[in-house]
């Protein structure tokens, strides 16, 4: 019980830091944006 509960841990995570990976991304693609007007 206790390793599939980490495992959740673990995957979710992964998927905050995917969710963070692509928030930077478009934050970096919008200043760029912004700065080549």
């Keep these: 019980m206790d390793q599939m509960n980490s495992g ?3 995957h979710n ?8 990976q692509y928030t930077y991304e478009g934050n970096v693609f ?3 944006l912004h700065s080549g007007r």
């Design 8 to 10: 959740v841990i673990f």
């Design 13 to 20: 995570y992964l998927v905050l830091l995917r969710i963070a």
């Design 30 to 32: 919008l200043l760029l």
